[in-house]
């Protein structure tokens, strides 16, 4: 059984709401299968699926494998920022799937790490190997892996009281009208398309800090950062505020082809062996240097 500890942004979530994007391959009423036959619980007790949660309360969870994925390594030639015996950060590039999935298994980023890490914690199961956090598809840039389950457990524990701080690049169409801005929108799956999140008034607490980078006559560059790390959530709340990211097939303008220009470039954090502040750069991706370029500076 696995263990979750609800932290004090997510009391007062439907049980639920909660889990379907916790586990954000499966389905709503799979979740709620789960929850009636027994496979999740709270506090060691079976509830329904409506429960309210409360700060502290521990879901413990056993999810049946109906699926056995291949994973096996492939040479991915991985862009490798730092590494030593605990943890490795990497600068993932566009197009590249952190995990397999229920719904994904072709190459991801855990094959390309398989065959260059010799060590990966196992606290995250056969698919998940080593990942500790996770980037969209087509967003770009740093990751921290862990290669034991020591380091594992300390990083998840950062993560979980926001002490890893992960800095993100961002076009946004539109000139913003302000230097800075805190948004503080709650967000879940789209009640109407769970392959996408939206703000919802019942979803979980969700904070993103933005400062403006650099202003052109129609696109913002941002700074934006993390409070909490919800699925999509820069993308989500850009686009709610009406500065959808540009080449965002999913939540910004249809007709642009290429993946968003998001890029995670900095990312700091707490060695879980050596107690040391660490911070890590990544440049932005050639494709989001050569779309800057002939931008005009407002």
Known sequence: MK???IPIEDAG??????????FEDYSRSYIKKLISESHVLVNDTKV????????QDMITYNIPEDVVLDIYP???DLDIVYEDDDIAVINKPKGLVVHPSSTYHGPTLVHGLMHQLKHLSSINGT?????VHRIDKDTTGLLVIAK??????FLSNQLKHHLINRRYYALVHGVFEKQSVTIDLPITRDPNNRKQMAVVQEGRKSVTHVQVKTFY????LLDVSLETGRTHQIRVHLSYIGYPIVGDPTYGIKKEAFGQLLHAYELTLVHPRTKETMTFHAPLSNEFEEYLKPLVVS
């Open 13 to 22: 979530v439907r049980l639920d709401t909660f889990l379907v994007e916790y």
């Open 217 to 220: 006559e129609h696109f913002s």
């Open 148 to 153: 034991n389950n020591d380091a594992h457990e």
């Open 48 to 55: 329904k699926a409506g429960y309210i949660l409360k700060v």
């Open 127 to 131: 698919i998940r190997p080593g990942i």
């Open 74 to 76: 492939i040479n991915m």
């Open 3 to 5: 263990m979750i500890n």
